[in-house]
């Protein structure tokens, strides 16, 4: 069977059949250094990495750096390693928009000289009334018809400073009466006398993203310009400026960008869920950029899986959460050791077994993994069990831990539970319990059979972490439809505990991921420090929320 093609697929095999740029596909990721990277963000990544890479082809990372007011280079440090991070490698050396201001500049000249731009004198909000409304074609500007010599020297006059922010701008001379709002000479330059982070203070105007983009674009050569679907209506003007330069004819084309329930894109709401400290800043696991996935413990493996099942489209929907996090519990359930961790402890002591010993009992590390290993785990008279893996008035169907049932404690013994003690209160502080010596897991004599096996660790031996337990975010699938997005917020998103581990996980590195034996995928948190470790709950073991809605 044949395999079946994207439609961007089909574009490149199409270009390559006939020739077209001698046979290259380069494609690139511009982000803007305005903020952080989230999965949708991801998605594109993906994409335009894997598909120059699927026809032999490069990928370049530039970042369209145009806007000195809202640009850092702590976000283009982010983005690299968030790139970096998924498993890919760009072009070298990393390009910025900056890297091509002169030539910017040099290009808007030509168009000057062309009589296809001019300098407008008019306000921000003269411009914008004079762009009129899709029903209704704009006015043109009083300073439309200016010479070429007079642009050439206000254009001049603006790069040198000598005009005030907002007192003149550069804008092309296209079509005041274009159907196409973005074709109502659009501004290409403006005034902006702002420390840019690459450039310095060489530069007082700065050209707007829809005349660098396309430019820049053609200045490295680029083949297919992949971007998401708001930005078809500004492919006009992309071949507009290509066209009337006469450089190099990238071309660009959209696909749907990702919209995930229970999730938000916007840069602006999420830079507001910081900013107010409704998360714990851009790294939150709660959020959706690739830096608090990161954090969270999503694998890189499991969100390239996603963007790959989720495939290309043009026509907008919305994909359910749930997936990605089928694909990060996929992936982690082929990856992560098995480890034992009670969550919320109850203890049991183990009356029989001899006062001050202890005993290693052997735990495979993964059972879908044939080459994981084992190791080793201390036993004792003292154990914390899940205090769920208890119930005093079980119904019969319950094969955990009841009054004079049997359970056996994963890797060790069968026991049987003789006595429940209870505070002043009447909840259940402690469980005595006797053991059958002859019943140790791998050697079991005892003849005894019981239908349910639990986690444990031994209370001498346990490790006290701190357990960051996360829901969604947002409670609606759509935050935001039918008010403000903020009042969607879950307000149990976080919840902190303290639960106890096996000691096999003392000094295991920030990033690590294990699963809790039937409780879920955990990671280990950079908050963690000698004295105490810090575990994010990465996924649940299986999806609890299909049962929610």
């Not at 983005?79 to 002169?102: H, M, R």
């Not at 071309?251 to 938000?264: D, G, H, K």
């Not at 935001?480 to 902190?496: A, E, M, V």
Request: glycine share 6%; with cysteine.
């Amino acid at each position: 069977m044949s395999e079946s093609l994207n439609f961007l697929e089909q574009i490149i095999e199409t270009d390559l059949s006939e020739g077209k740029h001698d046979g290259k596909v380069l494609t690139r990721f511009p982000p803007e250094p305005n903020g952080y990277l989230h999965i949708g963000h991801a998605k594109s990544i993906c994409l335009n990495f894997s598909i120059a890479k699927k026809y032999g082809g490069n990928t370049n990372l530039r970042f369209d750096d145009t806007n000195p007011v809202k640009e850092d280079t702590e976000y283009v440090d982010s983005i690299q390693q968030d790139v970096e991070w998924l498993g890919f490698k760009w072009n070298t050396p990393t390009l910025f928009a900056s890297d091509y201001f002169q030539q910017l500049h040099d290009f808007a000249v030509v168009l000057i000289e062309k009589g296809l731009a001019y300098v407008d004198d008019s306000t921000q909000e003269e411009i914008s009334d004079m762009r009129g409304k899709p029903t209704s074609p704009g006015t043109e500007s009083p300073y439309r018809n200016r010479s070429v010599e007079e642009n050439l020297s206000l254009f001049e006059g603006m790069k040198n400073g000598d005009f005030e922010e907002g007192s003149k701008v550069l804008r092309a001379k296209i079509d005041m009466a274009s159907p196409n709002m973005h074709m109502r000479d659009p501004i290409m330059y403006r005034i902006l006398k702002a420390h840019h982070h690459r450039t310095g203070d060489a530069w007082c105007i700065y050209p707007m993203y829809d005349y660098a983009h396309g430019i820049s674009d053609s200045i490295e050569g680029i083949t297919h310009s992949i971007c998401t679907l708001e930005f078809e209506v500004h492919r006009p003007l992309y071949d507009w400026f290509l066209e009337k330069l006469e450089i190099f004819p990238s071309r660009q084309y959209e696909f749907a960008r990702l919209n995930m329930s229970y999730t938000i894109m916007s840069k602006r709401k999420l830079l507001k869920l910081v900013e107010e400290g409704h998360v714990n800043g851009w790294d939150d696991p709660r959020m959706p950029t690739v830096s608090g996935m990161r954090r969270k413990g999503y694998p890189p493996a499991a969100i390239r899986n996603f963007c790959d099942k989720i495939g290309v489209a043009k026509r907008e929907n919305l994909i359910d959460l749930s997936l990605l996090e089928f694909c990060v519990r996929e992936e982690l359930n082929k990856t992560a050791p098995r480890v034992m961790g009670v969550l919320d402890p109850l203890k049991v002591t183990i009356t029989n077994f001899p006062e001050g010993k202890t005993e290693e009992v052997e735990v495979i590390n993964n059972p879908e993994n044939p080459d994981g290993g084992s190791r080793k785990m201390p036993f004792s008279r003292e154990i914390w069990i899940e205090r769920a893996d208890f119930m005093e008035d079980a119904p019969r169907k319950f094969f955990r831990l009841k009054p004079e049932g049997m359970v056996r404690l994963k890797g060790a013994y069968i026991i049987q539970c003789d006595e429940v003690i209870k505070d002043e209160s009447g909840e259940v502080v402690e469980l005595k319990c006797s053991y059958f010596e002859n019943s140790r897991s791998g050697s079991d004599e005892s003849g005894l059979k019981v239908k349910g096996t639990i986690h444990w660790v031994s209370v001498a031996d346990a490790l006290s972490v701190e357990v960051r337990m996360y829901d969604r975010l947002f409670s609606t699938e759509e935050p935001g439809k039918d008010g403000d997005f903020l009042d969607d917020i879950n307000p149990d998103s976080l919840k902190i505990i303290n639960a106890y581990v096996e000691p096999a996980l003392k000094g295991v590195e920030e990033g690590k991921r294990v699963q809790f034996m039937r409780k879920g995928y955990y990671c280990v948190d950079q908050d963690s420090s000698k004295e105490k470790l810090v575990f994010n709950q990465t996924a649940t073991l299986r999806d609890n929320w299909s049962k929610k809605k």
